[in-house]
């Protein structure tokens, strides 16, 4: 497909590869935003094809990641209401609560739909007005102009049997709650391509300049990927901190006005729980006061819920960099895609599930990096690695 | 609301956002809404500084396979969507559901 295909050419890969190598002289601790990202380097094996001492630690921008456990909890208690139809984006559905998660209350005859966007759960709420119809409204900044639209929709219309469970988050506070952490690893950011493209970048140039870390806003694909890691060492090497734009295609500085205006008309900024990091200040979005009565947490007096992770799971540190999933005694172990402990298992996005279906530390499924072969001048022979995640499909 | 095309699967979508969006623009859809127009003279720019970057291997690589975020065409369910056939779009560009 046109402006696709181009973002994947392997001999574009390699000169790329070899130009990080050239370039770098000393190691450095990246770390990329966001789990699309995420999941292309692992699958495409980018981090082992840079060079020794550049790691890439994988951040926290999986929606699902960090959807803290007493939203989860606050979800499974609407959903189990006979008078609820709940419905959600379909990777939240199998997040472990504290004691299940909505795919196994589906199984027992809740009323769960899996929606592809928060419109759909609009025309449900139309559809069966003797129902109250809940939208589970999770993610960052790309998520929230659809979930915001639903809500000045359902204002507009006087569609008064919808609400939503609100648990957005935002990326800047995320990286600063990082950089002031004294564990703090990361010397410079690949910021969020799509969060960027409603956003803007505006809002990382003052945390570029404070923290002196380079930001490179950051598209999805392979070339994209290796672009950015490019575009930040060489600000390392160099010793500046600048915000710069690879994903020109697709960001402009000022994001989409529009977008942006249909959110902050609806939410307001306000603290935010992360699962695995705690609470942080101005962290996310929650309705304001006009639109109060479409809060599904005060509708079903869900606020006082208490929640418990499970034991052996280290989706905190996980989702904070400190450790990999090999660090893990559950990971591959008690806990895999179709059985996750915790959230990174099971987004397609966290770091657990990429890892996974990458085939890491699963017991030699992987013996041959699928990086070496980008190192190789001499041809190679198709070396394409079993994939796990698309043979399940 | 309009149509866009997945590469041949066709869906709705909200283009509220982007109202500038043409009948064969490509477009970055989220949750059912545009939330990035493509500009194809810096998707173009970007392969060229990338195309000119040393040339120190040839070899075809076979490991590199598909990523997540599509970029979807705008288009409309039956009418060609490019060229000198294309029509304008059912669904008007920046209405909403």
């Given at each position: ?10 001999v574009l ?14 190691p450095?601790?990246?770390?990329e935003?966001?789990g699309?990202?995420t999941?292309?380097i ?6 082992e094809?840079l060079?020794e001492?550049?790691?890439?630690i994988?951040?926290p921008?999986c ?5 803290p456990l007493?939203q989860?909890?606050?979800a499974l ?18 997040v472990p609560?504290?004691t ?7 199984a027992r005859?809740?009323?769960v ?7 759909d759960a ?5 559809a069966?007005?003797d ?9 960052f900044?790309t998520t929230?102009?659809a979930?915001?639209?639903a809500v ?5 219309r006087?569609?008064d049997?919808f609400?939503v469970?609100v648990?957005?988050?935002?990326v800047?506070?995320a990286m600063?709650?990082?950089?002031e952490?004294?564990?703090?690893q990361v010397?410079s ?8 493209a409603v956003m ?6 003052p ?9 490179v806003?950051t598209?999805?694909?392979p070339?994209d990927?290796?672009?950015g ?7 390392l090497?160099?010793g ?9 295609r697709a960001?402009?500085?000022e994001?989409?006005?529009l ?6 008309d609806?939410f ?13 200040p101005a962290?996310?979005?929650?309705l304001r006061?006009?639109y109060a009565r479409f809060?599904?947490e005060?509708r ?5 819920i208490h929640?418990?992770e499970?034991?052996?799971c280290i989706?905190?540190a ?7 999933p090999?660090?893990?005694t559950a ?7 179709q059985?996750?402990l915790?959230a990174p298992?099971?987004?397609?996005e ?11 530390g699963l017991g030699?499924l992987?013996t041959l ?16 690695q ?6 399940a499909? | ?12 979508a ?15 859809i989220?949750v059912?809404?545009a ?7 810096e998707?173009l720019k ?13 070899t075809e690589?076979?490991t590199m ?6 970029p979807?065409?705008v288009?409309?369910?039956?009418e060609p969507v ?5 029509t304008?779009?059912?669904?008007a ?5």
């Amino acid at each position: 497909m046109k402006h696709l295909d181009e973002y994947r050419d392997p001999v574009l890969a390699r000169k790329l590869i070899t130009e990080i190598h050239r370039i770098t002289t000393r190691p450095w601790t990246l770390m990329e935003v966001c789990g699309g990202q995420t999941h292309t380097i692992v699958k495409q094996g980018i981090d082992e094809a840079l060079p020794e001492g550049v790691r890439m630690i994988h951040g926290p921008g999986c929606p699902v990641c960090v959807t803290p456990l007493e939203q989860i909890d606050k979800a499974l208690a609407i959903a189990a209401r006979p008078d609820v139809i709940f419905t959600s984006y379909g990777d939240m559905l199998r997040v472990p609560g504290s004691t299940t998660d909505l795919l196994a209350l589906k199984a027992r005859g809740a009323d769960v739909r899996i929606v592809y966007s928060p419109l759909d759960a609009l025309k449900i709420a139309v559809a069966n007005p003797d129902k109250e119809v809940v939208f589970f409204a999770v993610g960052f900044e790309t998520t929230a102009p659809a979930n915001a639209t639903a809500v000045a929709e359902a204002a507009r219309r006087g569609i008064d049997n919808f609400s939503v469970l609100v648990s957005h988050v935002l990326v800047p506070p995320a990286m600063v709650a990082l950089l002031e952490s004294p564990a703090n690893q990361v010397q410079s950011f690949l910021a969020a391509g799509h969060v960027c493209a409603v956003m803007g970048w505006t809002e990382y140039e003052p945390i570029a300049a404070k923290y002196r870390v380079p930001i490179v806003v950051t598209g999805f694909e392979p070339l994209d990927l290796l672009e950015g890691i490019l575009m930040a060492i060489r600000q390392l090497e160099e010793g500046r901190h600048e915000v710069e734009n690879q994903y020109a295609r697709a960001v402009k500085r000022e994001g989409v006005p529009l977008a942006q205006q249909q959110i902050f008309d609806v939410f307001e900024i306000g603290a935010r729980k992360w699962r695995g990091i705690g609470e942080i200040p101005a962290s996310g979005y929650r309705l304001r006061a006009n639109y109060a009565r479409f809060d599904a947490e005060s509708r079903f007096s869900v606020g006082d819920i208490h929640t418990q992770e499970h034991p052996a799971c280290i989706a905190g540190a996980i989702l904070t960099g400190e450790k990999t999933p090999l660090d893990c005694t559950a990971y591959g172990t008690l806990c895999n895609p179709q059985k996750p402990l915790g959230a990174p298992m099971v987004s397609s996005e966290g770091t657990c599930a990429a890892f996974f279906s990458a085939g890491r530390g699963l017991g030699g499924l992987r013996t041959l990096s699928p990086a070496m072969p980008l190192l190789q001048v001499a041809p190679i022979a198709p070396a394409r690695q079993p994939d796990t995640a698309e043979a399940a499909r | 609301m309009g149509k866009v095309d997945f590469g041949g699967v066709r869906k709705d979508a909200c283009l509220a956002y982007i109202p500038e969006v043409q009948l064969g623009d490509y477009v970055i859809i989220h949750v059912g809404f545009a939330i990035s127009r493509v500009d194809e003279d810096e998707a173009l720019k970007t392969l060229e500084i990338l195309a000119q970057m040393g040339d120190l291997v040839q070899t075809e690589l076979a490991t590199m396979g598909p990523g997540m975020d599509a970029p979807a065409v705008v288009s409309d369910d039956d009418e060609p969507v490019s060229g000198v056939f294309a029509t304008p779009a059912t669904g008007a560009p920046g209405g909403r559901a």
